[in-house]
């Protein structure tokens, strides 16, 4: 696979990436947080939600205790998808350090969705992940330059997240078209927005996700 077929593969995730890099550079911007604080967050960071929650916590001068609270938590869905890639990436080499770090949601949907030989694997895996998190680098810098220099309202940018998830759901089902984890996936999060509390709703919709997924995988299966 050459590079310009990888570059268009990542296309859906660089029009979510850049647009949401931006709003977190802008909100730290609105904090009097430096550039460069946005830059090496999303250098050595790269959590994506985990960033904008760094800074609300930053705001309020939350403890470190609470910080590493707060982060486990949001960042907990990442062990269920996480260890479905192990067997994916224990003969990648040294590669494969770089590609546990950059794993993201989107990243996961991309690398489950490419159909690669093995021999490429490690290349175009490397290649998928550091182009996502360039994506991201290069919105963090837009938005914490432009949030210096101009006023800007971001109210309502963080919606691109919401339509990036879609977008890579839909290509998901139709690489793997089951209908049981779709539905399954959307009854619980319609009830956990009913049932749940807003600021629980989404570590506990995953809990229950991952626990029926398990229990039901014979049924999901058949």
């Keep these: 696979m050459r590079i310009g077929e990888i570059i268009k593969l990542t296309i859906p995730v660089m029009m979510g990436y850049i647009p949401l890099g931006m709003a977190f550079g802008l909100l730290a911007a609105s904090m009097a947080i430096p550039w460069y604080y946005a830059f090496f967050m999303s250098l050595f960071i790269f959590a994506g939600a985990g960033q904008f929650l760094a800074l609300t916590l930053f705001a309020t001068q939350a403890t470190l205790l609470e910080i590493g609270i707060a982060t486990f938590l949001l960042n907990l869905r990442h062990s269920f998808y996480g260890l479905s890639m192990i067997s994916a990436f224990k003969d990648l ?8 770090f950059g794993l993201t949601d989107e990243t996961f949907a991309l690398l489950k969705t490419t159909t ?29 330059a432009l949030g210096n220099i101009i006023p800007f309202n971001y109210t309502g940018i963080e919606f691109s997240l919401t339509a990036l998830f879609v977008v890579l759901s ?17 009854l619980i999060g319609l009830s956990g927005m009913v049932i749940f509390p807003s600021d629980k709703m989404l570590i506990l919709s995953l809990s229950l996700a991952a626990g029926l997924l398990i229990g039901l995988r014979g049924w999901i299966n058949e």
């Design 93 to 100: 080499g040294k590669a494969k350090h770089y590609l546990i």
């Design 116 to 144: 690669i030989t093995s021999d490429e694997k490690a290349r175009i895996y490397t290649w998928i992940t550091a182009l996502n998190q360039s994506y991201w680098i290069l919105g963090s810098l837009i938005g914490a």
């Design 170 to 186: 839909m290509e998901l089902y139709r690489k793997h078209p089951s209908p049981k984890p779709l539905m399954l996936a959307l």
